[in-house]
């Protein structure tokens, strides 16, 4: 079972291996230009963070901030071997989400 939960300052090289999977290939061919760094920068203070737990290991991960009426997801990240699969349910209790 995969739990959804808000990240905590543990989960920081955790979520910093799935980022760097996660953006492997893209980053050979396309880098943030100065304006998507500053966008990020702008947007850091607002941005609160999910994390996907399999088995006590992060296997993903996503940022997120309210904008108005829209909820904006910024780098969302799936270790390779974690892509693809189905998902039949979430159900969400204490704070947490469970796959």
């Keep these: 079972m995969i739990t959804l939960r808000h990240s ?39 941005l609160s963070r999910l994390v996907a737990v399999f088995q006590g290991r992060i296997v993903g991960t996503t940022g997120f901030y309210v904008d108005g009426d829209a909820l904006r997801i910024i780098g969302l990240g799936v270790l390779p071997e974690f892509r693809q699969q189905e998902c039949p349910s979430v159900s969400a209790s204490s704070g947490k989400m469970s796959v």
């Design 8 to 46: 905590a300052p543990e989960d920081a090289e955790g979520i910093a291996a799935v980022n760097a999977s996660a953006t492997a290939t893209l980053r050979r061919t396309n880098r943030p230009n100065q304006k998507a760094l500053a966008n990020r920068r702008r947007i850091s203070p607002e």
